[in-house]
């Protein structure tokens, strides 16, 4: 890619970054053009479809969470690995209002531009729940579509206003109810 083009790329998906932050995944592409100074029609040529521009957003933190599963599974025990791990998916998905069902659907769809990225992670939860599992430190009944779906509905329960003073105590009761040890010494 050229350098212009480059630069064009990233100041695309910086607006993007902010209009998704503060719209969620509902975001007009008109007024993400529009914010960019830019028409349609270029923000278009970089990004042919919403689930296109929601992979280029999504894919760093994406690729970051799976990172992070990996560098967890082998530098903590595995009760603190999941733990960790799972709070920063739940971190994640906060991060972005609607993201939930995009992930959802992306990961049941193998022609999504966002599956890899999202099937990466839901591996790298089910690689940390597994190595629980197989301690003892996890509840045994479970599986990573489970854990995804726990990440999903915690993110986006502390979304809601009624909900978000109570979004660390919530976290701990979703964690302690997937660890078989329900320390309440939780990180």
Request: aromatic share 6%.
């Amino acid at each position: 890619m050229r350098a212009d083009a480059r630069k064009n790329y990233n100041h695309l998906l910086a607006v993007a970054r902010e209009v998704v932050s503060e719209h969620g995944a509902d975001a007009s592409m008109r007024d993400i053009a529009r914010r960019a100074d830019v028409g349609l029609a270029t923000l278009l040529r970089h990004f042919p479809t919403r689930e296109a521009l929601f992979d280029a957003l999504l894919r760093t933190n994406l690729d970051a969470l799976t990172q992070k599963a990996g560098e967890l599974e082998t530098s903590q025990p595995p009760d603190e690995a999941l733990v960790s791990w799972f709070r920063e998916g739940v971190a994640f998905v906060h991060s972005y209002s609607g993201v939930v069902a995009l992930m959802a659907n992306a990961h049941a769809d193998p022609d999504s531009a966002l599956y890899a990225s999202c099937s990466a992670v839901h591996a790298a939860g089910a690689r940390l729940l597994l190595r629980a599992q197989a301690e003892g430190a996890a509840r045994a009944d479970m599986n990573g579509t489970d854990l995804f779906a726990l990440m999903s509905a915690l993110g986006w329960l502390v979304d809601q206003p009624a909900f978000a003073p109570r979004a660390d105590y919530l976290f701990h009761v979703i964690a302690g109810a997937i660890l078989t040890n329900r320390s309440g010494d939780l990180k």
